[in-house]
T-cell receptor, first 114, second 112 residues
């Protein structure tokens, strides 16, 4: 049973480009969370999605960031016009249901903005 | 989520027990105590959780104070693979949203 998959594992972008981060949840999981981790800091919640719905985006920056979790395919975190401050590790986690206590995390995507 | 306080770092010798403390003096009656750990260059990994009673699983034990204002994660016999940052997280049993609020955690170093 494959775990949470994220790709790419490493992504380099120049300022002003777009970054697309993909997350495939574990089989049978329909709830996805995105977190961001700056160097030497803990993870910060960004957005919580269920299939085709954004449930909580209170941690998402108001501009340039968007997320989706379509009926088919992986969840996508999209960052437009990246800036150096976007350089971080982005982790997604999935769970079977809101009442399920354990979140399963992927290996993360490390974004570097030049 | 209510706030937790953990030491920044701890060291322990290999094959000895490790007690990782967490203070959560503002915990409310519906907050669950969760522990996750993050090994170097990896995503966090669930360790254990509890509400009021002490809990055991294959990875660790969780001892919860009677007043629930503090808890201790116990690794019974530390190995080098247990070197990680350990996060103590309080989570409201909110069926609408189960997001996790991470603090800075405790960086555990295991000495061979």
């Amino acid at each position: 049973n494959a775990g949470v998959m994220q790709n790419p594992r490493h992504l380099v972008r120049r300022r002003g480009q777009e970054a697309r981060l993909r997350c495939s949840p574990m089989k049978g999981h329909s709830h996805v969370y995105w977190y961001r981790q700056l160097p030497e800091e803990g993870l910060k919640f960004m957005v919580y999605l269920q299939k085709e719905n954004i449930i909580d985006e209170s941690g998402m920056p108001k501009e340039r960031f968007s997320a989706e979790f379509p009926k088919e395919g992986p969840s996508i975190l999209r960052i437009q016009q990246v800036v150096r401050g976007d350089s971080a590790a982005y982790f997604c986690a999935s769970s079977r249901s809101p009442t399920y206590n354990e979140q399963f995390f992927g290996p993360g995507t490390r974004l570097t903005v030049l | 989520d209510a706030k937790t306080t953990q030491p920044n770092s701890m060291e322990s010798n290999e094959e000895e027990p490790v007690h990782l403390p967490c203070n959560h003096s503002t915990i409310s009656g519906t907050d669950y105590i969760h522990w996750y750990r993050q090994l170097p260059s990896q995503g966090p990994e669930y360790v254990i959780h509890g509400l009021t009673s002490n809990v055991n699983n294959r990875m660790a034990s969780l001892a919860i104070a009677e007043d629930r204002k503090s808890s201790t994660l116990i690794l019974h016999r530390a190995t080098l693979r247990d070197a990680a940052v350990y996060y103590c997280i309080l989570r409201i049993s909110n069926f609408g949203n189960e997001k996790l609020t991470f603090g800075t955690g405790t960086r555990l170093t295991i000495i061979p």
